[in-house]
């Protein structure tokens, strides 16, 4: 046989091996799809669709929620008695097709099935989430209508179990209970007929007003405690109060008590009405105003009841401190007439010591009358308070300005002595400081010790003119006092540094001998510093011109005397 006739069989045997080994290949895998298929249909199959529409259907809706569930019902019941069946046959014709290998046939086929499969998954997806919405919406309406009746029943059993705590509002609170259990009468009715949109609307509305009902019945009761309990205790305790407060004489500097309770009253009956119209929010706010008054007429007892202690308590000493005072008073008239014969007294004192004996005359009439009033008032106690206090203060302003008054009249004569002691005694010094200058056997007395000496004496002089005569003018004797004091210590230590001066200018120009010999400067500053002062008198000056030529060959010896004078120095004994 020719080998090219071999090779053509051999090729012709190797292509139809390579196509039976493909043939079943595709036909491998044809299989696997068809059983994953098979394998998807009956996981549908066997999803717990059954049991959810049994559950849904236990349920017994009504309405539209009924019709949604048949709907839903019948599409499952086409699905599995139909749908599924349509889809075994398929994959039954399927398979036929896979074994005869007419793989196209068998291609269209598995796709077909693929595609019915989804479909049908997705069919029970919304068969499933419909029942679970239908289930879930009458759960929610199941709770609502339970919530609303559980609502309705505690407002029922609230009325029933407190009646007292609602007062007059209790036959409007019964009335609007009935209303709301017509309602609920209305929306079974229209539930039960299929008209379940039309019933949910009612339910709204018994709702709202329930929960508008339940509000109102909150504050009902704390409003009817007010104006059925808290005021009329209130008004009774003030009524009660004010009875006894007469008795005891007391008055009020309001005159219209009496119609201050008839007016609350009257506010309490209005407002009364306000709560059993429901009209909650203006009978909060005057309730806080029946309040108002009430505290008013509290404070206004209180501030009575408060005073009239205090009127007591002030009256017990008030009398003998304003004799004190007026006692004080005339000793001061008396003490200033005695004094003014000898001194010339502030007429703004004199003046200030007549308004204070009037002003007492007429707190005298004031505190008299008052603590009279206290037994038998003919004023409120308060007022009487008010004028006991002011008068207690104004006594007090009193005494502290006649301590005032009593030192300055004091200081009159204590003042006289004084000055009489320091002109004596400056006239001494003057005498003294005369000597003690004589002693120093000065070349010359300075022009400016001379001056100060004869101010200080006419000072001193005119000081003794004041006090000779026969009504002394203590704030002239004062001023001149001050005057001659001031020029006495200064002429004092004038008299000091002229002394120093004089006395060191003596031991430095003898000792500049040491030096005079054979330092010019030393010989020429003696010369100077010895004319000044046996010729000038300016000891000071010479003082200086002789130290600081010393200081310039010898320093610190000028320093050095000083400290020396100072340690020996002789006080001028008065």
Known sequence: MPTGTIILIVSIVIILIIAYVACLIVRKR???????????????????????????????????????????????????????????NHIFEAEGYNNAFRFVSAKNAIDSIESQID?????????????????????????????????FDSLQEAVRE????????????EKQLKNIEVEFSEFVMLNSSGDPIEASEILDKAEEHMIALNQIMDRIPSLIERVTKDFPEQL??????????????YLFTEANIESQFQNIRVSIRENTALIVSFDLDAAE?????????????????????????EAVKISKNLPKFLEHVVQNTQLLDEESQRLNATYLLADSKLSRINQLKARLESIEIVVTESVEDIENPQVAYSILEERLDH????????????????DYLKSQELSDNTARKKATLYINKL?????????????????????NF?????????????????????EVVNRLLENATYDMNQLEELAYLIVQNATLTEQLLQYSNRYRSFDESVQKAFNRSLSIFEKDFDYQAAFEEISFALETVEPGVTERFVRSYEKTREAIRY
Request: charged letters at 30%; zero cysteines; hydrophobic letters at 40%.
């Open 119 to 151: 479909l049908i998954e997705e069919d029970i997806a919304s068969i499933r989430h419909g029942l679970m919405e239908l289930k879930e919406q009458e759960e929610k309406n199941s709770g609502r209508v339970k919530h609303a009746l559980n609502l």
């Open 285 to 309: 706010a005057e309730n806080e105003g029946i309040q108002a008054k009430i505290d008013h007429l509290y404070k206004v007892f209180n501030r009575e009841i408060e005073a009239n202690k």
């Open 454 to 474: 004869f101010r200080t004496s006419d000072h001193v002089e005119a000081l003794i003119a004041e006090l000779d005569y026969k009504r002394i003018n203590i």
């Open 431 to 451: 005498h003294t400081l005369k000597r003690y200058m004589e002693k120093r056997n000065l070349p010359g007395i300075p022009a400016e010790f001379l001056t």
């Open 391 to 406: 008068s207690l203060a104004s006594l007090k302003e009193i005494e502290e300005e006649q301590l005032v008054l009593a």
């Open 236 to 249: 009774e305790d003030l009524e009660s109060g004010y009875r006894k407060l007469v008795e005891q004489n």
């Open 162 to 173: 407190n009646p007292d705590s609602y007062g007059e509002t209790l036959p409007e609170l």
């Open 30 to 88: 044809n299989d696997n799809l068809l059983v994953a298929l098979e394998e998807r249909k009956e996981e549908l199959f066997n999803l717990p669709v059954n049991e959810e529409v049994e559950a849904v259907k236990a349920l017994h809706l009504i309405g539209q929620s009924q019709v949604s569930f048949r709907e839903w019902n019948q599409k499952w019941v086409d699905l599995s008695l139909n749908s599924f069946a349509d889809i075994e």
